[in-house]
C-alpha cells in the first residue's frame, strides 16, 4: 500500500521557519521525481519545489526561490522542505508528491498534505 505521510506544519510568525517532511512507503522511492505543492484557500494548486530522483537538481517556485530548499533521503525515503523567511502568503495546505513517468505517462502518487500558517 502506497503511503505519503506529511508532517511538520503549524503555525508560525512571519520570518520564521519550518521544515516540512514526507515519509513514503509502498513505491520505490528512488525511481520517483518528488514535490511539493501548497494549495491555499480559493486558489490553485501551485507547484512549490521539485528535486530529481538523486537529488542533484531542484526547481523552485519564483515565489521561495532564495528562502525554501527541497532536499531528499533515498535511504529513508523520505523528503524534506526547509522552509525560511515565511511570509503569511506562504499559508497553504502543503503536500507531498511522487511522479514516475514511463511510456510518456506520469504516474503520480499524493499525500494528505500538512498545514502551515504564516500570521503575527
Known amino acids: 500500500q502506497v503511503q505519503l505521510v506529511e508532517s511538520g506544519g503549524g503555525w508560525v510568525q512571519p520570518g520564521g521557519s519550518l521544515r516540512l517532511s514526507c515519509a513514503t512507503s509502498?513505491?520505490?522511492?528512488?525511481?520517483?521525481?518528488m514535490s511539493w505543492y501548497r494549495q491555499a484557500p480559493g486558489k490553485e494548486r501551485e507547484l512549490v519545489a521539485t528535486v530529481t530522483t538523486v537529488g542533484t537538481i531542484s526547481n523552485y517556485a519564483n515565489s521561495v526561490k532564495g528562502r525554501f530548499t527541497i532536499d531528499r533521503d533515498n535511504a529513508k525515503k523520505t523528503v524534506y522542505l526547509q522552509m525560511n523567511s515565511l511570509k503569511p502568503e506562504d499559508t497553504a495546505v502543503y503536500l507531498c508528491?511522487?511522479?514516475?513517468?514511463?511510456?510518456?505517462?506520469?504516474?503520480?502518487?499524493w499525500g494528505q498534505g500538512t498545514q502551515v500558517t504564516v500570521s503575527s
Open positions: 508528491n511522487a511522479r514516475r513517468t514511463t511510456g510518456g505517462r506520469n504516474y503520480d502518487y
Open positions: 509502498g513505491f520505490t522511492f528512488s525511481q520517483y521525481v
